[in-house]
């Protein structure tokens, strides 16, 4: 049995802050709350907190500069809370180490879901057999970014090191859109200069590996127009 994990919620706006305290409690959480980025990173060292829910616009500093200064000296699950699905972007691309990232208005539901999975795949929360304890799961694809290993059903897949990083992206952010450029830049480099056919053809290979029918892709899904997402598995 796991003891009462607690959770650092960094908010400055009291409609939200209400609404978790009250929703996570619920949920069996102890909740502990920072109004601004200042306040956040004198709790998180008091508090030492289970997960962190970091909300983009803070006051004093912002949640993008917390999460960095946290990132600096721990691994703890950090999930952005952002106010407009285009900030998403923004913390993909910036690379901040957040764990995951949801969009306001969320729903206490998808959040739990969400926290719930992060605390899975921290290095305390056990229950990856011998992978790694900062490998992303999801579904029955299991990705291992420190021992660049990939299972998928059960059977390690080799992938090549661009396949690998593509697939590591998709997984990290399941559920979300990627879009196209996000993508490329991300593996392939902002001073990429190839064919964007490159990507399709790479999200091309993964799927013939982690597809049921690669033909029909339910995992690695096209959104047109704009990119792909890996989607989660339905519970
Ligand atoms: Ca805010």
């Known amino acids: 049995m796991t003891s009462t994990q607690t959770i650092l919620v960094v908010e400055d706006e009291d409609s939200f802050v209400d609404a978790m305290q009250v929703g996570l409690k619920r949920e069996g959480f102890r909740v502990e709350v920072a109004r601004d980025g200042v306040e956040a990173l004198e709790m998180f060292d008091s508090v030492q907190p289970?997960?962190?829910l970091l909300d983009v616009m803070l006051p004093r500093?912002?949640?993008?500069?917390?999460c960095r200064q946290i990132r600096k000296k721990s691994t703890v699950p950090i999930i952005m809370v952002t106010a407009k699905a285009s900030e998403i972007d923004t913390v993909v691309g910036l690379e901040v180490g957040a764990d995951d990232y949801v969009s306001k208005p969320y729903r206490l539901r998808e959040l739990v879901?969400?926290?719930?999975?992060?605390?899975?795949?921290?290095p305390d929360g056990g229950g990856s057999g011998d992978l790694h304890p900062d490998s992303i799961i999801v579904g029955d694809v299991a990705l291992d970014p420190e021992?660049?290993?990939v299972v998928i059903r059960g059977d390690a897949a080799a992938l090549?090191?661009?396949e690998f990083e593509l697939l590591h992206l998709l997984l990290a952010?399941?559920?979300?859109?990627?879009p196209r450029d996000t993508l490329i830049d991300r593996v392939w480099g902002t001073d990429y200069v190839g064919d964007t056919k490159t990507l399709d053809v790479h999200i091309k290979r993964l799927r013939s590996k982690v597809e049921d029918d690669p033909a029909q892709p339910t995992r690695i899904v096209t959104i047109r127009g704009l990119g792909y997402k890996y989607e989660r598995p339905r519970s």
């Open 147 to 149: 021992e660049h290993r």
């Open 173 to 178: 952010n399941a559920g979300r859109v990627l």
């Open 113 to 122: 879901a969400r926290m719930r999975a992060v605390l899975r795949r921290a």
């Open 50 to 52: 289970d997960l962190i």
């Open 61 to 66: 500093i912002s949640g993008i500069e917390v």
């Open 160 to 162: 090549p090191l661009k």
